[in-house]
């Protein structure tokens, strides 16, 4: 358990610590850009909860479309909780840069299709 602490441990640990910041620090607001509602900014962690109310009224459908139609994944709000969890979807930014920006690319391609829920 102390070789964490070696010199050598933590400087692998500042570089994924890097990484993982400069993923989030693209993810949170190319997804805000795309529509995305995003009320707390992640810190600590490697996953962002997204508000997807813009675009449906089921996230657990909307999941399943995305990935069917769009080739990109993410997790609905059912398996996370129970308050309003047909409006949240849950990504994990725990990947590539290059994958996050295809998904990106992606999400940009497919969204336009998607009508907003009926009020």
Do not use: K, N
């Not at 933590?10 to 529509?35: C, K, N, T």
């Not at 962002?48 to 990935?67: I, K, R």
């Not at 997790?75 to 949240?88: A, I, N, Y």
Request: aromatic share 12%; charged share 20%; with cysteine.
């Amino acid at each position: 358990a102390l070789a964490c602490f070696e010199p050598e441990a933590m400087a692998i640990y500042g570089q994924r610590r890097e990484e993982f910041q400069a993923r989030r620090d693209y993810i949170v607001p190319a997804l805000r850009e795309l529509g995305f509602g995003i009320p707390v900014e992640p810190d600590g962690a490697f996953y962002v909860y997204l508000d997807c109310s813009a675009f449906t009224a089921d996230s657990a459908t909307f999941a399943s479309q995305m990935l069917e139609e769009a080739g990109v994944a993410m997790v609905p709000g059912e398996d996370f909780g129970s308050h309003q969890p047909q409006r949240w979807l849950r990504l994990s930014y725990a990947t590539s840069m290059a994958h996050l920006q295809e998904a990106v690319q992606r999400l940009r391609d497919w969204l336009p299709s998607r009508a907003a829920p009926a009020a």
